[in-house]
């Protein structure tokens, strides 16, 4: 196992996977790239002015998720966690918004919306959903570029149709937030995937997407370089995990 690995679009099963992007250059025949790249730390994030009519944001104050009536809706075989409290609000297959601008919103936001710009769900979510995204104009033409190709070797591989969704090879089970403000405006989370390895044994990866809030609502930035980094553990240990959610 790696000590640290880069991420492509393709691994995030959603990003969140580096899972992913391994078992589908496996299915094809190539080994995956040398890993190099450790998970980032977080940013620090300081809390924004507070907008009309809301509370000041107050540095340290608790701002823990309420996990309580956390569901799961199916996209494409994803299966992800939906909250009363945190939102998202408005689903499609391609689309999650309206989630609450907390921790809690901001991390189910960073799975919903990392998610949808994985090449498993097929070129009719990943596409727009990549296309929405915040930060350099030159790290999201490299991110589609690297789905493009991704989705590309995993379809031929599996002898698809074009266009059809890919095969979904690993979960996002949790997730680990190093800084929670009350009102944040960006926020990085290290969401935890388990999936199939190569080999067929369980491999665990966590990977560092940030979300700013933008447009009365979190969304997501592009990776620098078009490729998020990606780190393998042995446990689940410094994770949240939402199926253990009260």
Excluded: C
Excluded at 4 to 15: D, K, R, S, T
């Amino acid at each position: 196992m790696p000590k640290g690995l880069m991420v492509g679009g393709g691994a995030l099963l959603a990003l969140l996977a580096a899972v992913m992007v391994a078992h589908n250059r496996a299915d094809s025949g190539q080994a995956p790239p040398p890993a190099s790249v450790s998970a980032p730390p977080a940013p620090a994030q300081a809390p924004p002015p507070a907008a009309a009519g809301e509370p000041p944001a107050q540095s340290g104050a608790a701002a823990e998720p309420d996990w309580a009536g956390l569901t799961f809706m199916d996209v494409r075989g994803a299966q992800l966690p939906v909250s009363p409290v945190h939102g998202p609000k408005r689903v499609t297959q391609a689309r999650a918004a309206g989630f609450s601008r907390d921790t809690g919103g901001a991390v189910l936001a960073a799975v919903h919306l990392a998610t949808r710009v994985s090449p498993q769900l097929g070129p009719e979510v990943y596409v727009p959903a990549a296309e929405r995204m915040r930060g350099d104009v030159e790290d999201r033409t490299a991110f589609l570029a690297q789905l493009d190709a991704d989705y590309a070797k995993a379809r031929a591989a599996s002898g698809l149709p074009e266009g059809e969704p890919l095969r979904i090879y690993a979960q996002v089970i949790g997730y680990a937030v190093p800084v929670a403000e009350r009102a944040p405006e960006r926020v990085t989370v290290h969401l935890l995937s388990r999936g199939a390895g190569p080999d067929g044994g369980e491999v665990l990866v966590s990977v560092p997407v940030t979300v700013s809030w933008w447009g009365g609502d979190w969304a997501l930035e592009a990776p620098t370089g078009g490729r998020w980094p990606g780190q393998p553990v042995a446990g689940t240990g410094g994770h949240t995990l939402f199926r253990e959610a009260r």
